[in-house]
C-alpha cells in the first residue's frame, strides 16, 4: 500500500471523491467503528455517502501514520482528527481518533477498525447531547467525599 497516497486520498476525501480512497480497499473488505460493521467496498461506501448526507462539511485532518508498518502482519496504524459540524450554522465539533488496517497480499485494505469515542459525536445533536454531557461530567467527575 502506498502510505502516502491513502492519506491524501483521506484527507482530500469529499462527497465528489470517494472513489480514490476506495480504490484502497479489497472488494471483500470490512469497515467496523463504534456504531457500525459492514462488509464490502460498495457498503463501506455507503457509509461514507450517508456521513456526507447528515453532518455539514465533514473532513478528515492530520491524518498521519502512528509507527512504521508491519508489513510481517500486513497492518499498519493511522491517527486522525474529524472534524464537521451538524449544521450550516453550527459550531465546528472535533473528534480524534485512529485507525488499524490490515492487508491483503496485494496491499489494498482487508479489514478497517475504527477506534473513538462515539460519546464525543453525540454530543454534538440537541436531543441526546446534553445527556451525554451530564453523563460524561458525572463518570469522569465524580464529586468529593
Known amino acids: ?13 469529499g462527497p ?6 476506495l480504490e484502497f480497499y479489497a472488494e471483500d473488505c ?13 457498503n463501506i461506501r455507503r457509509v461514507y455517502q450517508d456521513m456526507f448526507s447528515h453532518l455539514h462539511q ?3 485532518k492530520n491524518v498521519e501514520l502512528m509507527a512504521q508498518p508491519d508489513y510481517a502482519k500486513s497492518e499498519l496504524v493511522i491517527s486522525w482528527c474529524f472534524e464537521f459540524s451538524i449544521g450550516h450554522q453550527k459550531p465546528r465539533q472535533q473528534v480524534l481518533g485512529c485507525s488499524r488496517l490490515r ?6 485494505i482487508l479489514d478497517h477498525q475504527d477506534f473513538w ?9 440537541p436531543i441526546v ?4 454531557r451530564w453523563l460524561r461530567q458525572k463518570i469522569g467527575h465524580p464529586k468529593d467525599h
Do not use: W
Request: glycine share 10%; aromatic share 12%; hydrophobic share 40%.
Open 30 to 42: 470490512r469497515f467496523t467503528d463504534p456504531f457500525q460493521t459492514v462488509y464490502g467496498r460498495s
Open 58 to 60: 465533514p473532513q478528515f
Open 103 to 108: 492487508l491483503d497480499g496485494q496491499g489494498k
Open 1 to 13: 500500500m502506498n502510505v502516502a497516497a491513502f492519506i491524501t486520498a483521506a484527507e482530500s476525501l
Open 117 to 125: 469515542d462515539g460519546s464525543q459525536l453525540m454530543q454534538a445533536f
Open 16 to 21: 465528489d471523491s470517494l472513489e480514490p480512497l
Open 129 to 132: 447531547g446534553p445527556i451525554i
